[in-house]
């Protein structure tokens, strides 16, 4: 009987339109209807593939007596304005509505012929009473969830069947439906300020969350106080966070007051928006953090916390933590914020977690700590099978590496850590990477290698190399290089001061001024009268650098 009058509506509002192919638009409702059937569609289905394009015709449904479901899956597959296609976020809420959708693209969607009617509110206050009979009758989700959505509607719910809802759930002992009275309450102009307190006091979250957001106005000292209640339930998260806004809402000291009171609860943590409340309450709050570490709810705020304090003494409890947590991350990131030595071993041993984005976040961890500790577990992250975490490894033994660093960091130096590597061996100075840093300084592609590459030499006793290659810029930094050694041979200066290429000369003019040797100003002097500037400037500085010494 339903389908068949759902039939006789799309008729009637479709005579006589037809699609852009010229099929009669009912002929085309009708192979939607078909496949939603086939599909095991349910009546609520078929009714809406055949009215899901009346509202556009101007009938308005709500006065047909079709029934909730179907108005509900109908109204999901209108398109919102400015789009000409229900959006599938939408629809997917809506079963029914959804099957719908995937029978029209099944039979190659056709858009309703155009119409410049604005589509009627399909689900209003008249609908209550037939969605509460088929509540009584199965109260199921989907019913839940119509009645939900129809009180959350700008739509007038001031009538009687309201009112009376709102009377006949106001002391339910169902959760849902005590929340619902509360809204209907709301939406009837039925609230009162006492009766919704006792409910924000001793109804279930719901119902009080429901009665909290109902409050406005100006606030009584009785209101404030049982908000100052709510705030402190460490089991009520979503009550708190609705006392909290109205708190911010009413303003002044009383509420300001209120607000500074604090469940601890790692669900709405005070610090999330006023990192400085940390700072102001540390000595109260951090022994209750380290406390809290072992509970998997407060996973991420409780390290998080210690962290940002810096607190030494918590390091021993995060370590513990940290190796029995299933994602230690957070609790790592804390040990290395606060920085403490003593941090070390655990962290070592959380090297051989099965997980490499822990072991990666470990040397991030040590990283921070630093000391000669690190160095070995480093080194040994450098045969990590994982990529991530040897990438990690050889960044840290660039900044933290030592003596016993020296052959990761000649073998880093075939890798794309090589600038890097030859940086940090400079700064060790042992003279077993030499041969490692003069194949960098002459072979190296990469400008920044070569140049890290020189520094180290530069730094490192060694005996010196002759230059194997005849490309300008290797000489120019090979000349730069002499002027670092004074003990090498200074034979090869006076040749380079002849080079055909300007920079070269230049390069051995300042090499000859850094030596400061007296020996240098024959050799030099003739520079001064060079064809290129650059080379006469470089001699003048090197002749004043040779003369003042």
Sequence with gaps: MGIAKARRIARRAHQGQLTRTSELFTDYLERVARIVEERDGGWAAVQAAWLHAVP????????????????????????????SKPTPAKVHLVPDAALVNEALAAGEVVDPPESSWQPVV??????????????????????????????????????????????????????????????????????????LLRKVLDGPEGSSVAAIESLSGEASAEEIEVLRTVVLRPEERWARLAARARLTAIGGPDAEAALQEWAFSPWDVPWRNDRAWLHRNAADVVPRLIEALPDPTWWYEAPFALGELRVVEAVGPLSEAAQNAEFPHHHIEALGKIGSADAVPALVRLLGHSSADVRAYVLWALDRIGGAEVVDAVIMACDDPDVMVRDRAARVLVRHGDERAVTPLIRLCDTRHAGGAAHALGRIGDPRAVPTLWHLFFRHDRKAVRYAAGRALARIDNPGHWCPSDDPRILRAY???????????????????????????????????????????????????????????????????????
Excluded: C
Excluded at 57 to 64: E, F, I, N, P
Excluded at 66 to 82: N, S
């Design 56 to 83: 556009g015709t101007g009938v308005d449904l709500t006065r047909q007596g079709i029934p909730w479901r179907v108005l509900r899956a109908v109204e999901a597959l209108q398109p919102d304005p400015g789009w």
């Design 122 to 195: 399909l689900m209003d206050a008249g609908m209550l009473p037939q969605l509460l009979a088929d509540y009584r009758e199965r109260p199921g989700h989907e019913t839940k969830w119509a009645i939900d959505d129809l009180f959350a509607r700008p739509i007038n719910l001031n009538t009687p069947a309201v009112a009376e809802l709102a009377e006949q759930w106001w002391d339910s002992e169902d959760d849902w439906e005590n929340r619902i009275a509360v809204l209907a309450a709301r939406r009837a102009g039925l609230l009162d300020r006492e009766r």
């Design 479 to 549: 000349v730069w290089l002499h002027g670092h050694k004074p003990d090498w041979n200074r034979q090869s200066l006076e040749h380079w001061t002849k080079h055909t290429d300007a920079l070269v000369r230049a390069r051995a003019a300042e090499a000859y001024g850094r030596l400061r040797d007296p020996a240098g100003v024959e050799h030099v002097r003739p520079l001064l009268a060079d064809l290129d500037p650059r080379v006469r400037k470089a001699a003048e500085v090197a002749m004043t650098q040779i003369t003042r010494s």
